[in-house]
């Protein structure tokens, strides 16, 4: 059975950091493509991030390019979300999912996890 947990979302003030990570179990992590999506109060889910199971190739929105980075930490089949200089407009709660295709909709999602960014 395949589990993806994130954590370390929280309330941060704009401008300051926030790191999140989704640990999986039951599916190993560099075998599939990665991303993170985020949904806002009465907004759809949004894709924010993705990283391909080669690790060689990343992709942001344009509205977190040069804040966001995300990276994998095999060893611990872990993903990870490092945001900086955040901002009100990345409230959201977070979501990290996997993809077995190359191509087409991701087939496991965790729980979430909330981001709250306070002026």
């Known amino acids: 059975q395949v589990q993806l947990v994130e954590s370390g979302g929280g309330l941060v003030q704009a401008g300051g950091s926030l790191t999140l990570s989704c640990a999986a179990s039951?599916?190993?992590?560099?075998?599939?493509?990665m991303a993170w999506f985020r949904q806002a109060p009465g907004a759809g889910r949004e894709f924010v991030a993705q990283m391909t199971r080669s690790g060689f190739s990343t992709y942001y929105i344009d509205s977190v390019k040069g804040r966001f980075t995300i990276s994998r930490d095999n060893a611990k089949n872990t993903v990870h979300l490092q945001m900086n200089n955040l901002k009100p407009e990345d409230t959201a709660v977070y979501y990290c999912?996997?993809?077995?295709?190359?191509?087409?909709?991701?087939?496991?999602w965790g729980q979430g996890t909330q981001v709250t960014v306070s002026l």
């Open positions: 039951g599916r190993t992590l560099s075998n599939y493509d």
């Open positions: 999912a996997s993809r077995g295709r190359l191509t087409g909709p991701y087939d496991y």
